[in-house]
Nanobody
């Protein structure tokens, strides 16, 4: 089992920045990648970014490219999401996820087995 705990969410004005953290514990060696997803009210959960534990290969949703950066600290079993130039449409609950998705499933919730409880990010205009 893998446990994930997110932190760092909050309220920020448009154009501002936030840094989300995800602390992983348990059998993380069973997972290949970590991902960030988000879900706004009335919408489906959507992919934001992912990173592999070993090489650190990253992938981003088009909507956040150039604004968000995902990183990891293997020694701390932690993953981060630096969010800059935030927009009101970035408002959502952000979830950390862990799993061993195939390349085709890196950007889908089904590719991940473990999820955190989520942290709210609200961007005011």
């Amino acid at each position: 089992q893998v446990q994930l705990v997110e932190s760092g969410g909050g309220l920020v004005q448009a154009g501002g920045s936030l840094r989300l953290s995800c602390a992983a514990s348990g059998r993380t060696e069973r997972t290949y990648a970590m991902g960030w997803f988000r879900q706004a009210p009335g919408k489906e959960r959507e992919f934001v970014a992912s990173i592999t534990w070993s090489v650190g290969t990253t992938y981003y949703a088009d909507s956040v490219k150039g604004r968000f950066t995902i990183s990891r600290d293997n020694a701390k079993k932690a993953v981060y999401l630096q969010m800059n130039s935030l927009k009101p449409e970035d408002t959502a609950v952000y979830y950390c996820a862990a799993g061993s998705p195939t390349r085709s499933r890196l950007g889908t919730p089904r590719g991940y087995d473990y999820w955190g409880q989520g942290t709210q990010v609200t961007v005011s205009s």
